[in-house]
């Protein structure tokens, strides 16, 4: 015990893999310790095992067990003396407590810490537990003030998408295997479900839909009703209710029904009686998620209804149980848009298709809208859609999960970008109109009890969640801005990062900055001024590919040729889309001078050399952002680098890999985006840094062993535009070059391509030392979405810092290429102190 106390005081915490996330209930020093008061036991006022009160009285139990390490006893009746007394107000008035809190909503509940009695009153029992957990964040954070307030939700929908498959993989997921799913069943052991359950109740979330909402009618056989039944009891004592997605073909293709038209007498009484079925094995189910008629999913216009005939269908059923329908707003046609005619815009999809459907839905339909039009893209203006339901409740959809942000291997933290969504004023009918705090919370249109917020999240078997542990405060945040939007990114940030890693001050200024600066670091250098993330939105929407957002009719275009770029999505001259917008928001888009520059090129169509609000033109703007990005993205591992013996080696280790790998590939984006406007405008860098890299020996300029020079696809991903690959599959091979800087202490990056399918192994010498040597299998250590090509998603470097070199020295890589990987090089960088190339 006193070896622990030791190295707890000098701060060399035991490994930890992240699995308990911001729920460590990490040690507290005993200095800090000594001045916790907490009441020697905890009341609850539920003794049924399977209640929220029952688990809020384990865990407070665990939790100051692990904080301040004291013993405390259950029970479940209230006595003499001081307690910490959990219940809802019902238990509190039944038991003869009597307590004074102002108005709970559903889900509220009030935390008194004053006097020598802790209350945590909830309005139902999920509110206790989360009063439970709130109690238990303040003392984690040595936070022991006394406080007495009550809270409630700004809304009542604060739900999960899980995009699992039923065969285990999950869409855009980076973290593993599904954790609900394996061989198109549910699982059989539970046990993450009941752990990711517990930390979805600590940030407040009280719904998840667990599978994909491109959904397998498979879902609803009788083995999988029994087994979605047990996650639904695993998950219901943290009062998370589950729900799931729906196949709108279900009753044809799993039904044997000649149809799926939602008006059909046959399709209505299916639908019904497997509803029914449903509730009888999962009496609490939140409801269903639906996804019609978008990127190839059947529904209700096959039959030529409405998306409201289709969404009241699923209504009817569900209304007898209490359940609600979540009906998608991501309806496009992804097949038949044309860029040649100018005012084609997808943007335009989801208001065309429900501006007049507002008062078709059923009371129980909530219409989920993406927080922009297009697709979670790196900025987008808010979704118009908010401004045109008004009689339809609706809720907006986020992406904790990053797919276009970096996958999880870039440091995103998100809570700022959706708060620039959050906090717009759509100014509906000239009137205030805030998307968070009016219309998600209800408050607009007078919706309240049905609107509200989900995210997209890819929660897998690996133990950190979400594949990096840096991640997991967007999912923090995303539960602690769905219960109040107005709370402020850097105290949720600050909250998580004691809960995460101490309480050190250092820790938390760190990483404070680092997530802070990390959005604007991705804007800047996969795609600015509102043109999207520049990622490959054919392939996996990982790495740069700027070509492919035209040409095609997924409609995310950019329209850049030799002269201009960007969307007109003006009324006088464009899409119109603007025009969706109430008037005021509208003037501002329509109008080039008041558009924000970083909405610039979403809005307006512009020469290369239109000169923005900040002086400069926009070609220059786009160079800029992208070096001042990758810029920004290297400091992440040096600044990463100083927590050394702060934070547990394990977690160290494993952020201090990814960072680097972001510096890296931060720089690949650079030089893809840059090199093709580059090469597209034929404007040159004022700064002349475009295509000059002083610093790097290219690969192929190099003298080869084993190797050849080859072109890249797309050009603008190898350095040079050239890089070597081995000849051979085997076959060992080496590039090799005498340098000629001045003698100095540099780091040496080299830069490669790590593909799927194939773990190729290199080794680094300077006059036939070894500096290093190391393998291509990012496959395994980073969980991206994976890709079989020489491209930008596969394009990493590896660095090896502060290596002594002087005129003369020989660098060589000796490589083996192993299956796909021949052990394909670019360049090496030989870099003075604080350069970034
Ligand atoms: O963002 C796109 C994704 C698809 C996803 C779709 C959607 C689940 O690339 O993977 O499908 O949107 O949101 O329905």
Same mark, same amino acid.
Request: aromatic residues 10%; glycine residues 8%.
């Given at each position: ?35 916790? #008061? ?174 994909? !909402?491109?959904?397998? #009618? ?31 073909? /279900? ?86 848009? @044309? ?72 440091? !995103? ?43 997209? !999240? ?259 991903? #190898? ?10 599959? /085997? /076959? ?70 502060? !290596? ?13 290429? @192993? ?19």
């Amino acid at each position: 015990m006193r070896g622990l106390w030791f190295l707890a005081i000098l701060g060399l915490v035991a490994a930890e893999d992240g699995l308990n996330a911001w729920l460590r209930y990490a040690r507290l020093p005993c200095n800090i310790v000594k001045q916790a #008061a907490v009441p020697p036991n905890i009341v609850a006022l539920n003794a049924t095992k399977i209640s929220p009160i029952y688990v809020a009285s384990q865990e407070l139990q665990k939790g100051i067990k692990g904080i301040l390490g004291k013993s405390l006893n259950v029970t479940h009746e209230t006595s003499e003396g001081p307690s910490i007394v959990v219940g809802t107000i019902a238990a509190f008035t039944d038991s003869g407590i009597s307590i004074e809190t102002p108005e709970l909503e559903e889900d509220g509940f009030w935390l008194s810490t004053k006097g020598d009695t802790v209350e945590i009153v909830g309005q139902n029992e999920r509110g206790a537990l989360y009063g439970a957990f709130e109690y238990l964040s303040m003392l984690a954070q040595a936070n022991f003030t006394e406080v007495a307030y009550a809270t409630n939700p700004s809304a009542a929908i604060r739900w999960i998408n899980q995009w699992d498959n039923m065969d285990g993989t999950i869409e855009r997921g980076y973290a593993g295997l599904s954790i609900f799913f394996k061989d198109n069943a549910l699982v059989s052991n539970v046990t993450r479900v009941a752990e990711y359950a517990r930390l979805l109740a600590s940030i407040r979330v009280n719904g998840i839909i667990i599978n994909n !909402v491109n959904a397998n #009618a498979m879902i609803l056989s009788d083995t999988n009703m029994a087994g979605l039944a047990k996650v639904a009891d695993a998950m219901r004592p943290w009062g998370v209710k589950i729900g799931i997605s729906l196949n709108f073909a /279900s009753p044809q293709t799993f039904g044997g029904l000649n149809t799926f038209d939602p008006l059909d007498k046959s399709v209505i009484a299916w639908w019904t009686g497997i509803t029914d079925k449903l509730y009888k094995h999962v009496p609490d189910l939140a409801g269903f998620l639906v996804k019609a008629n978008s990127e190839g999913q059947p529904g209700p216009l096959t039959y030529n209804r409405t998306l409201s005939d289709g969404a009241n269908l699923f209504a009817k059923a569900v209304k007898p149980h209490g359940g609600i329908v979540m009906f998608r707003a991501f309806v496009y046609d992804y097949q038949n848009l @044309n860029e040649s005619n100018w005012k084609a815009d997808r943007a335009n999809a989801a208001v065309d298709f429900f501006r007049d459907l507002d008062d078709k839905f059923d009371d129980n339909v909530v219409v989920q809208v993406k927080y922009g039009p297009i697709d979670f893209q790196v900025r987008e203006a808010p979704s118009p859609l908010f401004a045109h339901l008004k009689q339809t409740a609706s809720a907006i959809e986020l992406q904790v999960t990053q797919e276009y942000l970096g996958q999880q291997c870039h440091l !995103v933290y998100l809570p700022p970008l959706w708060k620039e969504i959050l906090n717009f004023d759509l100014r509906i009918d000239g009137e205030k109109s805030v998307i968070g705090s009016d219309i998600l919370s209800g408050k607009r249109f007078n919706k309240k009890g049905l609107t509200g917020y989900a995210a997209v !999240v890819n929660v897998g078997q690996n133990a950190t969640w979400l594949g990096t542990h840096l991640a997991m405060s967007n999912l923090y945040g995303y539960g602690r801005l769905a219960w109040d939007p107005t709370v402020d990114e850097v105290a949720i940030l600050e909250d998580w990062t004691r809960l995460t890693f101490g309480l050190d001050d250092t820790i938390r200024e760190t990483i404070t900055r680092m997530s802070m600066e990390s959005w604007p670091a991705y804007e800047n250098y996969t795609g600015n001024l509102g043109i999207q993330t520049l990622t490959d939105i054919t392939g996996p929407h990982f790495g740069p590919n700027p070509q492919s957002m035209d040409n095609n009719p997924w409609g995310q275009w950019t329209r850049a040729d030799a002269f201009s770029i960007g969307m007109d999505r003006t009324v006088k001259n464009g899409t119109g889309y603007a025009g969706q917008y109430p008037a005021e928001v509208a003037a501002m888009f329509e109008d080039i001078e008041t558009t924000p520059d970083d909405l610039l090129l979403w809005f307006h169509h512009v020469p290369y050399t239109h000169v923005l609000k900040n002086g400069k033109t926009v070609i220059q703007h786009f160079y800029d952002a992208h070096y001042a990005g990758a810029e920004t993205a290297a400091t992440f591992s040096v600044q990463w680098a100083k927590l050394q013996g702060l934070i547990d080696q394990q977690r160290f280790d494993e952020m201090a890999f990814r960072l680097t790998y972001q510096a890296g590939h931060a720089i690949v984006w650079r030089d893809a985006i840059n090199e093709f406007y580059h090469n597209l405008s034929g404007i040159a860098d004022a700064q002349d840094r475009v295509g000059k890299h002083p610093w790097r020996v290219e690969a192929e300029s190099m003298t080869l062993r084993g190797y050849r020079v080859t072109a890249v696809n797309p050009f603008e991903v #190898a350095s040079g535009l050239r890089i070597v690959q081995s000849v051979g599959n /085997s /076959s060992s091979a080496s590039v090799s070059v005498t340098l000629n800087y001045t003698a100095g202490t540099y780091d040496l990056a080299v830069a490669y391509y790590d593909l799927y399918e194939g773990k190729a192994s290199y080794e680094l010498f300077l006059n036939d030392k070894s500096i290093g040597s190391w393998v291509g299998d990012n496959e395994d250590r980073l969980g991206f979405t994976l890709t079989r090509g020489i491209d930008g998603h596969s394009a990493t470097r590896i660095t090896f810092k502060g !290596v002594e070199i002087k005129e003369g020295d020989v660098v060589r890589v000796d490589a083996k290429a @192993n299956g796909r990987e021949t052990a394909p090089l670019d360049y090496i960088a030989v870099l003075p102190p604080g350069v970034v190339d």
